[in-house]
């Protein structure tokens, strides 16, 4: 059987405030990210959590990318780096290095295969990954809950592996899981006549949906769900 996942990442400003999201289904997905990182750090960071979430199971992977720099990392490039101590043809060192140390050591055993979809596209998989690391990285820049998605699920698997982090650009930029789906209670430091604090639930689909909705528009969810009411 093979597991198809769509992995993409997010960086508003690049570098900035980034997200990490590989997508399955709307039961079956992870995202994360960090204070500060690039948008290919994001893209990486996906791929590798994909690997580690279904790092118990022989199936085969196909994974989904807009990102031709992750791809090619990871078929082409890599093993002549290893080869040179992790160094390019001209002998500078690699970038996302550590990164992509990571992923050379969860690629070991694995039958798997990239296939390159262009983004922002209507691709399914492609928006739904997208929109949560995007999520991710507006969660980060306005210092609120990560939506970190429940990992990887299916039906008769009787282990699934949750998402692990071990590599953050900096000491400072540790991911921060949401204890919830979707939770908008804030404690920073806002005037408290500015805002009123809601906490919406919604079905796994009404999610992707307005996940989704906010990404066309470029908009954060906050403000998606406030121009509801003007």
Not at 4 to 9: I, K, T
Not at 40 to 50: C, D, I, T
Not at 190 to 198: D, M
Request: hydrophobic share 45%; glycine share 8%.
């Amino acid at each position: 059987m093979t597991i198809r996942a769509a992995a993409d990442g997010s960086a508003l400003g690049n570098p900035g405030p980034a997200g990490w999201a590989w997508y399955v289904d709307d039961s079956s997905w992870a995202a994360g990210g960090w204070k500060h990182a690039t948008n290919n750090q994001g893209e990486l960071m996906a791929v590798l959590q994909f690997f580690r979430a279904t790092a118990h199971l022989d199936d085969d992977l196909l994974i989904l990318c807009d990102s031709q720099y992750v791809i090619n990392c990871v078929t082409k490039w890599m093993p002549g780096w290893k080869k040179k101590g992790w160094r390019k043809a001209d002998g500078k060192p690699v970038m996302n290095v550590e990164l992509l140390k990571e992923i050379d050591e969860a690629l070991v055993g694995r039958t798997y295969r990239f296939e390159w979809v262009k983004g922002h596209a209507n691709h399914p998989l492609n928006e739904a990954a997208d929109a949560r690391a995007r999520a991710a990285s507006e969660a980060f820049m306005r210092g609120r809950p990560v939506p970190s998605g429940p990992g990887f699920t299916r039906e008769g698997d009787a282990d699934a592996a949750a998402p692990v982090i071990s590599w953050t650009p900096d000491a400072d930029a540790a991911p921060a899981p949401a204890p919830s789906l979707f939770d908008f209670d804030d404690t920073a430091e806002e005037p408290a006549t500015a805002v009123v604090e809601v906490t919406a639930r919604l079905t796994p689909a009404q999610h992707e949906r307005l996940l989704a909705a906010a990404s066309r528009r470029g908009v954060s969810v906050e403000q998606a769900l406030a121009d509801l009411v003007g």
